[in-house]
C-alpha cells in the first residue's frame, strides 16, 4: 500500500518544509493551520549549517538571502546578505 494523501498539522518551519517534499515527490499535501494568519512575531529562523544544503535544493537560498535581517540588542534592521556563506538569522 503506498501513501497517496498526507495531512501535515502546522504551517511552521518543520510543517511547510515537509510539505514541499512531499509534494515535490508527487505526494497531495494538505498543511492546516490552527493560526488564522501569519504571526507578527516568533522565533527567528537561522539557516546554516545542515539547513544550508536543504535550501538550496528548494532554490530558496537566493530569496532567504534577499529577506534575511539582523537581530541586535532587541531590534531589527535590514542587511544585505554578505558574500560568504555565513547567513544570518532570518525572521519568519
Not at 20 to 38: H, K, M, N, P, S
Amino acid at each position: 500500500m503506498s501513501v497517496r494523501n498526507v495531512l501535515v498539522v502546522g504551517a511552521g518551519i518543520a510543517g511547510s518544509t515537509l510539505a514541499y517534499w512531499l509534494a515535490r515527490y508527487g505526494i497531495d499535501t494538505t498543511v492546516v493551520e490552527r493560526a488564522a494568519d501569519q504571526r507578527s512575531s516568533g522565533s527567528p529562523v537561522d539557516v546554516r549549517g545542515p539547513a544550508l544544503p536543504v535550501v538550496e535544493q528548494m532554490n530558496l537560498l537566493a530569496p532567504l538571502r534577499e529577506a534575511a535581517t539582523l537581530a541586535r540588542a532587541h531590534h531589527r534592521e535590514q542587511q544585505r546578505w554578505p558574500d560568504r556563506l555565513d547567513p544570518l538569522p532570518i525572521q519568519c
